[in-house]
Every structure is written in C-alpha cells, then in structure tokens.
C-alpha cells in the first residue's frame, strides 16, 4: 500500500463537432508523438529506488507506516492551494482517456520538488507534472515546525468527454 496525501480528480470537457476535425498535419504530429512516447511507459530503477527511499524516510521521521500509524506531533503536509490542469490538445484530438500516478517531495516551505510520473499515456506526463508543480501545501511539521515531507503519491485521471450544444431552431 502506498500512502495517498491527495485524491485529485480532473475532468477536461472539449467540445468537438462534425465540422471541427483535426487538421491532418497536426493530426499526424500528434500520432508520431503517441508512438513514441509509448516506447519509455515504465518507471525507471532511480524512481524505484527513490520510491523506496522515501517510504524508508517517513518512517525515519516518525511520519508511520504506510497504514498511517504516526505520531501525535506529526503532521502530514495537505493540498492548500489547488491548481488547474491542461488537457493535452493531441490527447482531445484522438479522443484519448488515461491516467497519471505523479510522485513528488513536499519542502518545508509548502512547494512539490523532485516531481516525477507514471502514466498510461505518456502525452498526459507534461500536465500531469505541471499541474503538481503549481500546486501549494501546508508542509509537514513535527512538533509544529515545518519539515521536508518525502514521497507523495496523487492519482491524476484524465476523462476525456465530448459535449455538444444542441442549437434550437
């Protein structure tokens, strides 16, 4: 089990109509980058090893177990600036839903560092990690002092919608 600090949920609604096809020249750009990108979809051993490095971390600091048993005087950093996110343009062209699993550090000062994802498309990863990167938290504190908390864990979907305004007569 993974500790989860934040369930954030994104729905992106992009209106496309009959008439309003991709252009094929960015159609194409946007398919080469889909092929691409999908060669590299795995976390690599350094994200392995700083998962677990984390995890380790939190433990060291007092912060618990990934069942939750902490301290008292421990608190965990929370979400107290949300940000918005940008639905990736060739992601709406294709029609394309998915997911990222976005892994980041909480400074002492309340800003994500060292962010890193997991998606199931990497044409998501960009938002996905911006969107967290704008994001501000109340950091961790032990004993009422602001701390680095490490290895946060979000679940970012991308639901991707098609909504049509009906045109009365």
């Known amino acids: 089990g993974r500790v989860r600090i934040v369930l954030l949920t994104v729905v992106a609604l992009v209106g496309l109509t009959e008439d309003a096809k991709p252009e094929s020249k960015e159609a194409s750009g946007c398919l080469q980058e889909t092929q691409k990108s999908r060669a590299s979809d795995q976390i690599s051993a350094e994200q392995k090893i700083r998962v677990e ?10 912060f618990g177990d990934d069942n939750g048993h902490a301290s008292t005087s421990h608190v965990k950093p929370k979400l107290s600036k949300p940000s918005s996110i940008a639905y990736p343009r060739c992601a709406s062209l294709f029609g394309l839903s998915g997911d990222c699993t976005v892994y980041f550090d909480v400074t002492a000062s309340g800003n994500a560092k060292d962010i ?24 961790a504190t032990i004993d009422g002092v602001p701390v680095d908390y490490p290895g946060v864990v979000i679940l970012i979907p991308f639901e991707f919608s098609v909504s049509s305004i009906e045109q009365s007569d």
Do not use: T
């Not at 890193?116 to 950091?139: H, K, L, T, Y």
């Open 53 to 62: 490095r984390a995890r380790i971390e939190k433990q060291r600091l007092g």
């Open 116 to 139: 890193f994802s997991f998606c199931s498309d990497r044409m998501f990863q960009d938002s996905a990690e911006e969107v967290v990167g704008e994001m501000i938290f109340d950091p």
